[in-house]
């Protein structure tokens, strides 16, 4: 093992910035004294070196470990602790980082809310149903039948955990994208909850294999669906009709062919994912004039790309089971069941009746997407290889996920009864 302790010494010694990625980080393996004891250093350090400037630029990651020095770092964690402070990387609460470096616990006791970020056809709608239906809770949710949604409560108080289309519903609109959410959830759950509160917010999506995605994308809007309840929320406004035309005249776009559905310019299908996930009051929002569109797309994928990555989870549909256990390892929840691979989302059905001019255009018109994806698959395996790492019980673990008593399961209900804009929005 290094000399960990000579590592958070140095860090403090030399320079704060380097205790954030990495002092964290280096701490977790000590033994526990030794660790209580780099707290220690860690906490006279800080009022040493005054606190002052430090709360300003206290990213997440230290903030975050303050939930074990709570006592002893009172002026850090007040620092705006579960709002969503106006800086781009705390604008989503906690990430994925923070919550493995620091053994970090998602505390559903406490003020912290799961938001989940749905984006259309990424499987969200399964996903969404496991999180109220199938997780292993001490208050499982509870799904009136007399009532649309499900409630999922806190165990001692009737606030909600989870911000999602099963609990809350769309307060944010249709599903909303990084930007409506990062600036609306918390003003709602006040509105809901009818105070004001401190909360921490774990920011949770699926990304899908864009391709697929967009294909069934097309499939649904063929179908009759539109969205057209989507807001487009950003920097204070929703998009004009002047920046988002309607792709079709009339009450949506029924029959369809791909090649026109490819052609319409305004189609948001296309390259979805990284627009949803970005930070659209980066790049002027839907105003295409504001700035050139290689620049455009140069930021929209690389704010897409660091949300993605800052956010506590996310799944991708080709690879349920590994998401599962991701989601599970990080959040240190269990669901009861095993997640469906299904097997229609592997194979995208009408590729092969794709014309190869047909399957360029899509690949074009989603190479954002195409990159982001990559992107998101490379973290995502080096997530699980690290979780993997630290499992002693991993092989059986794996073999078993979902394999739970169903001690703590949801009340029985009806699917059908639950508010499913299936047609408008599935
Ligand atoms: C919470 O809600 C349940 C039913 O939904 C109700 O019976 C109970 O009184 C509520 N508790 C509080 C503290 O409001
Ligand atoms: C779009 O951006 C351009 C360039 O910044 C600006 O001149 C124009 O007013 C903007 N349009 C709208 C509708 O805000
Ligand atoms: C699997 O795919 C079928 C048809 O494509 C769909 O009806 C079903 O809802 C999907 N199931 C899940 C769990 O995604
Ligand atoms: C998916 O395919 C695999 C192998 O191709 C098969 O074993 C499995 O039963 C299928 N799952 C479903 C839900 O059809």
Known sequence: MKDLR?????????????????????????????????????????????????????PDRVCALSTRGYDALPTVVNDGMGRPLRNIN?????????MINDEFSFDMNSHDVIVFLHM????????????VHDLDLKRPCICPSDRKRCYCFR??????????????GW??????????LTNC????????????????????????????????????????????????????????????PPCFKGEDWEGVELDEFMYCDSNLAANRQTRMLADLELIGCYN???????????????????????????????YQKISQYVFEETFNLRFAVPFEQNNSTLSSSTMPTLT????????????????????????????????????????????????????NGATEFDWDKLEDDAVQSA
């Open 6 to 58: 000579s590592v958070s010494v140095q860090a403090i010694e030399t320079d704060i910035a380097l205790l954030l990625p990495h002092g964290v980080y280096e701490i977790k393996p000590m033994e526990h004294r030794s660790r209580l004891k780099s707290i220690a250093f860690f906490c006279i350090a800080l009022a040493v070196s005054g606190i002052v400037g430090f709360g300003y630029f206290c």
């Open 90 to 98: 705390s604008k989503i609460g906690l990430s994925y980082d923070d």
């Open 120 to 131: 259309q056809k990424t499987g969200g709608t399964s996903f969404g149903k496991h999180l």
């Open 155 to 168: 165990p001692h108080s009737n606030q909600s955990w989870l911000f999602s289309r099963y609990t809350t």
């Open 171 to 180: 307060q944010c609109g249709l599903h909303a994208d990084w930007t409506e």
């Open 185 to 244: 959830v918390d003003q709602k759950l006040d509105e809901m909850e009818g105070h004001v509160a401190k909360r921490r917010y774990f920011y949770i999506t699926l990304v899908r294999e864009p391709v697929a995605r967009y294909l069934s994308e097309f499939r649904h809007v063929q179908r009759g669906a539109t969205w057209k309840g989507s807001r487009h929320f950003c920097n204070g406004r929703p998009a004009s009709i002047q920046e988002v």
């Open 288 to 318: 295409k004039t504001y700035m050139p569109s290689v620049e455009r797309d140069h930021v929209m994928l690389a704010s897409a790309k660091r949300n993605l990555a800052s956010m506590a989870f996310f799944g991708l549909t080709e």
């Open 356 to 407: 190869p001019e047909q399957a360029a255009n899509i690949a074009r018109l989603n190479s954002l997407d195409i990159e982001l994806y990559s992107f998101a698959k490379k973290l995502m395996f080096e997530r699980f290889k690290r979780l993997k790492g630290r499992d002693k019980n991993f092989a059986e673990r794996f073999k078993r996920l979902g394999e739970l008593p169903l001690k």
